[in-house]
């Protein structure tokens, strides 16, 4: 397949005419939302006394350090969000958002969200936040998503890193449990986004994004799905026999990991018909169920002590 010249596909060289909702699509706020969530868990489930200031102040900052990675990634990658059905109605592919105005953008938001946490809250968690930014933009944005099939397995680490921030935030040092959240998020993401990538391989292909269907095919695709998941269950699970997580987070860790596996069964055994497409699809939408689902557990888990003192 033949390379895309990134920098032949002029979209906007007019002034825009952008409201506040395409700037708000260029956050990509459904990503920045998980952010958030994983974000606040991490904070919450820190040691010692969450100062409510600084703890809004700190996910604010790392929720408009997510922003500016999507409004940087959108930046760059505006000419294989032309090409593909997903991306296509994005604001800058639409005309709705110069290149510039993008850039300027992210690059406002990544510098504020940096530098706001390292005055006001300490400048360990800011250095995290500011790697985390270059990570997803430079790493996986400009060098990876184009150059391997390994993207998303390398890239999945900036998605990992906010409840890795959030904890630097909270305690200004890490531990062992922000380490396994990084870890639970970062093998969640391959099988993630390869059974996205299963049914939206055509989009792929089109934009020449090297994803796994693409280039090993679907069949390969399964199979790493499937291993991958295999592991992220047993890695999910652990920290409650370790002693980290509570006996409700493990009960709830056994059961959605438990569907989770069969689910990654069913798109490694049908790999014809329309259940080829359809089991991806329903991976893909549970995959957003299990991680919100174990930490939604912790979060409670988090919040026990507090509500308990309350209470009593």
């Known amino acids: ?6 920098h032949t596909l002029d979209l906007s060289p007019h002034i825009s005419e952008a409201g506040v909702g395409d ?8 990503v920045m939302s ?61 005309g709705r958002i110069t290149p510039p105005e993008a850039l300027t953008f992210g690059m406002t938001l990544a510098f504020f969200s940096v530098v706001t946490l390292g005055i006001l809250v300490n ?5 995290l936040l500011a790697f985390t930014i270059f990570f997803y933009v430079v790493i996986y944005t400009m060098w990876l998503k184009r150059s391997t099939v390994q993207n998303i397995v390398i890239g999945g680490a ?4 906010p409840p890795v921030v959030a904890w630097a935030a909270a305690t200004g040092s890490l531990s062992v449990a922000p380490i396994l959240l990084f870890l639970i998020i970062f093998l969640w993401t391959p099988p993630h986004f390869w059974a996205l990538a299963l049914f939206r391989s055509d989009d792929y292909a089109r934009a020449n994004v090297p994803m796994l269907p693409v280039v090993a095919g679907a069949d390969a695709t399964r199979l790493q799905i ?3 998941t295999v592991v992220l ?3 999910a699970v652990a920290p409650w026999p370790l002693g980290y997580f509570g006996v409700g987070y493990g009960v709830v860790s056994v059961l959605l990991g438990s569907w989770m596996l069969w689910l990654a069964i069913q798109v490694y055994r049908h790999r014809e018909g329309h259940a080829a497409k359809r089991e991806p699809r329903r991976l893909f ?17 988090a919040m026990m002590p507090a509500v308990t003192r309350l209470i009593w």
Not at 23 to 30: G, M, S, T, V
């Open 34 to 94: 998980l952010v958030v969530f994983t974000a606040l868990v991490g904070y919450l489930m820190a040691p010692g006394f969450a100062h409510p200031v600084l703890a809004v102040t700190s996910i604010l900052c790392i929720a408009v350090g997510a922003g500016a990675s999507g409004a940087l990634n959108m930046w760059y990658d505006r000419d294989i969000d032309a090409l593909m059905s997903r991306t296509v109605n994005r604001p800058i592919p639409r």
């Open 285 to 301: 939408a549970f995959s957003i169920v299990y991680l919100s689902g174990l930490f939604a557990t912790l979060l409670v888990e």
């Open 23 to 30: 700037y708000i699509a260029l956050l990509k706020p459904r």
């Open 226 to 228: 499937l291993l991958y």
């Open 1 to 6: 397949m033949s390379t895309i010249d990134h």
């Open 158 to 161: 900036a998605g990992a890193l």
């Open 123 to 127: 400048w360990f968690a800011a250095g």
């Open 233 to 235: 269950v047993a890695v």
